[in-house]
């Protein structure tokens, strides 16, 4: 349970760093709160958990061509994904176009990337019973 709750936090830290900060133009978020951006950090993680591995699979010869870099067209497509879904409730964000979904996916994969190596331990540690 710890860990499903850090990797939740994790991925809206990511989510605020590049949806909150106002990093990147053409992001416009409906809600700031920090509720918000934790229920978008869940809508990413059921996202990524759903969907993601469908479209590794359909387009796995593309990834292949391009030696992974279509991962990145992926994660732009989840990343817009998530605001879309977000929106319907009141708390998504608004993604101008397709460079702002990548730099937003990007983004988001890099710094959740870098939170996972920075909480490696706590994420390996057994639960507590």
Known sequence: MERLLL???INAL????????????GIQAQNT?????????LI?????????????????????????????????????LTGWIGGYFGFGYSVAGFWPAF?????????NAVMTMLLREELKREPRR
């Open 7 to 9: 990797r939740l936090v």
């Open 14 to 25: 990511a989510l605020y760093v590049a949806i909150g900060t106002g990093l990147i133009q």
């Open 33 to 41: 709160q920090w509720w918000a951006y934790l229920l978008l950090g």
């Open 44 to 80: 990413f993680a059921l996202v990524n958990a759903l969907v993601r591995p469908l479209l590794k699979l359909l387009t796995c010869p593309l990834i292949l061509l391009t030696l992974g870099l279509f991962t990145l067209v992926i994660n732009a497509a989840l990343f817009w």
């Open 103 to 111: 730099l937003g996916g990007l983004v988001v994969g890099v710094v």
